[in-house]
């Protein structure tokens, strides 16, 4: 049984209704949406992500043996339950937003078109991607926004709330337009960029500092980036410095230092005039510790020396934000349109597209939410995905969505792209005709 793919990595009561759905023969096509009801206060706008990993969990559905002895033996359903489940394969389309995409709150990003057993069983395993990766890239972006031109690297694995989360966490920040991560497995998979220093009880076991970083340029001689705050930053510089002549001589450059702790303006700029006064002006001088999109602006502001750095925990974790209202809701069954009513819950029903006008100047202007064949000036979001449980289109590269999201940030208005909360949040019209659509069914509803 793989633990990733398997169809039972979901919630108890997906295979119950699931079961009800097979047992009152409700085979009908639904329509379900994925969207986020609001925004956390922390943030002015989210970035899609995670739709790779959601169509691939599509295309693989199935039970296997492992599975269809643990639905067998679990005492809860009848063996035709079991029966159908053995043939059971994702058949539906599915339309989304391409990853890399800045939404907003009540937009649709994902739309599952299929019978209703098929989509309703899909719902833990989808917002579990979906929503994960779409937290941390709305994180990373906020870096990518606060230091422009900076290497941004992922440091965040050991801190991860788990493998999967690792993993996926470096995919979503190098869309948003960090640089790499120092995840390994990351580069093997998605071939994300790879990047590491040394530790620093290689340091502590030697005796001599010095020793310990020309013992380290020799063995690793293609990333000779020092780790300078085991003891005394400054000192650590000045014997980077002095150990540079012996190491030209070898052909052994000194690509840079890294500062992990301490005041990081001001030992940056003790250590840029330290390799400077030495030579070594092409050395970098990159910073890690506890850092986050608001340490980031304050470092650009004060102007340290720094040309790149790593983030991990706050990354990985979205420490500030690191939940979002995410929900995937029937929007239609048997070609009607379907609405929940609960307080503070209600949903616009019907299948949905979203609209994006733009500024003269291309910054987005505001976003339409309608109903599907309504048109409406600008751009149409949405776009068809996957057509009878297959992809329409290869899968896209990381680059070619690496730009996507680059592009969208560029097109952000000025308020929306500060780390504070927007004096005006971005506008999100609900369109007449879906609006109307909703008094229908509500008129409907009391009438009933």
């Not at 649709?108 to 299929?114: E, S, Y």
């Not at 926004?145 to 690297?153: R, S």
């Not at 030579?279 to 004060?302: H, K």
Request: hydrophobic fraction near 45%.
């Amino acid at each position: 049984m793989n633990l990733i793919s398997s169809p039972l990595l979901t919630d108890l009561y997906q295979l119950i209704m699931l079961h009800t759905y097979f047992a009152r023969d409700m085979r009908e096509t639904a329509v379900f949406e994925l969207f986020v009801r609001k925004l956390p206060a922390q943030r002015n706008f989210l970035m899609a992500a995670g739709l790779e990993q959601a169509l691939d969990f599509l295309e693989g559905l199935r039970f296997g043996p492992d599975e269809l002895a643990w639905v067998e033996g679990c005492a809860l359903f009848p063996p035709q339950f079991v029966r159908e489940l053995a043939s059971l394969r994702f058949t539906g389309d599915v339309f989304a937003m391409p990853e890399g995409t800045i939404f907003f709150a009540n937009e649709p990003i994902l739309r599952v078109v299929a019978s209703m057993p098929q989509a309703q069983l899909v719902e833990s395993r989808l917002i579990n991607l979906m929503h994960f990766e779409t937290v941390v890239a709305a994180k990373a972006a906020r870096s990518v926004l606060a230091a422009p031109g900076k290497l941004l690297v992922d440091f965040g694995l050991r801190r991860a709330h788990g493998a999967e989360a690792g993993l996926l966490a470096a995919r979503a920040a190098y869309i948003a337009g960090y640089g790499g991560t120092a995840t390994v497995l990351a580069n093997a998979l998605f071939g994300i960029p790879v990047f590491g220093t040394m530790a620093h009880s290689f340091v502590q076991a030697h005796d001599d500092e010095a020793q310990a970083f020309a013992d380290f340029a020799r063995a690793f001689p293609k990333g000779t980036v020092f780790l300078v705050d085991t003891y005394d930053t400054e000192a650590a510089v000045r014997k980077v410095a002095a150990l540079a002549p012996a190491l030209q001589s070898e052909g052994i450059a000194i690509k840079g230092v890294r500062l992990d702790s301490g005041d990081l303006a001001a030992l940056a700029g003790s250590a840029r005039r330290i390799l400077d006064d030495a030579g070594l002006r092409e050395a970098t001088i990159f910073a890690s510790g506890n850092l986050d999109e608001y340490r980031l602006r304050e470092l650009m502001t004060l102007g340290a020396p720094i040309d790149g750095f790593g983030i991990g925990t706050s990354l990985v974790t979205a420490a500030d934000a690191p939940f979002l209202d995410a929900v995937y809701k029937l929007q239609e069954y048997a070609g009607t349109p379907r609405r929940k009513l609960s307080p503070g819950k209600a949903t616009w029903p019907g299948r949905k597209q979203v609209y994006r006008r733009y500024r003269s100047d291309s910054c987005f202007d505001q976003d339409v939410v309608t109903v599907e064949g309504d048109s409406r000036p600008g751009e149409a979001l949405l776009v068809p995905v996957m057509r009878n449980g297959t992809r329409l289109e290869p899968k896209e590269t990381l680059e070619t969505i690496r730009r996507r999201a680059a592009a969208q940030l560029a097109r952000l208005p000025p308020g929306l792209a500060g780390l504070d909360p927007a004096a005006e949040p971005y506008p999100v019209e609900i369109a007449p005709a879906l609006r109307d659509l909703a008094g229908q069914m509500d008129r409907g509803v009391s009438a009933g």
